[in-house]
């Protein structure tokens, strides 16, 4: 997929991103990744705390994704078109929406992503806390 969106874009410089996929989960990464190709998900949010964990820098606007299913399958190339650094309980219901799960209400995820972070932080010596700094993107399809 990456060579194809090089050529169809005549963009043969660029450095091929990590492949990623949504989710800690098979269902819940092929769930997300379907609703990005259906331009139903155009937003998510990580842990700042994982980018330290992980070593990795947070992630700017104009970057690219290139998102697979759980398989690693290459599903679609994102751009990243926003990054604010967000506490947990301030994410808005318009950005809830964005990221397009379940009913798309605020309630629903708060709900889940409160699940995920939980199971996130197992074992580690971070713990969920609604005031903690979240990295919400937003993103568009760039290809196919």
């Given at each position: 997929?990456?060579?194809?969106?090089?050529?169809?874009?005549?963009?043969?410089?660029?450095?091929?991103?990590?492949?990623?996929?949504?989710?800690?989960?098979?269902?819940?990464?092929?769930i997300?990744?379907?609703?990005?190709?259906?331009?139903?998900?155009?937003?998510?949010?990580?842990?700042?705390?994982?980018?330290?964990?992980?070593?990795?820098?947070?992630?700017?606007?104009?970057?690219?994704?290139?998102?697979?299913?759980?398989?690693?399958?290459?599903?679609?190339?994102?751009?990243?078109?926003q990054?604010?650094?967000?506490?947990?309980?301030?994410?808005?219901?318009?950005?809830?929406?964005?990221?397009?799960?379940?009913?798309?209400?605020?309630?629903?995820?708060?709900?889940?992503?409160e699940r995920?972070?939980?199971?996130?932080f197992?074992?580690?010596?971070?713990?969920?806390?609604?005031?903690?700094?979240?990295?919400?993107?937003?993103?568009?399809?760039?290809?196919?």
């Amino acid at each position: 997929m990456w060579k194809a969106y090089c050529t169809a874009t005549g963009k043969y410089d660029l450095p091929m991103p990590v492949p990623e996929y949504f989710d800690d989960n098979e269902q819940g990464a092929n769930i997300l990744a379907d609703l990005v190709v259906r331009g139903i998900k155009q937003a998510t949010c990580s842990a700042v705390w994982t980018y330290r964990q992980e070593n990795e820098p947070i992630p700017m606007a104009g970057e690219l994704w290139l998102v697979t299913n759980w398989a690693g399958e290459a599903q679609c190339i994102l751009e990243t078109t926003q990054v604010d650094i967000t506490p947990f309980i301030v994410v808005s219901a318009e950005f809830a929406a964005l990221e397009g799960e379940g009913d798309r209400t605020l309630a629903h995820w708060r709900n889940v992503h409160e699940r995920f972070f939980r199971r996130q932080f197992e074992g580690t010596p971070d713990k969920f806390d609604e005031t903690m700094p979240l990295v919400c993107q937003q993103f568009k399809l760039v290809y196919p």
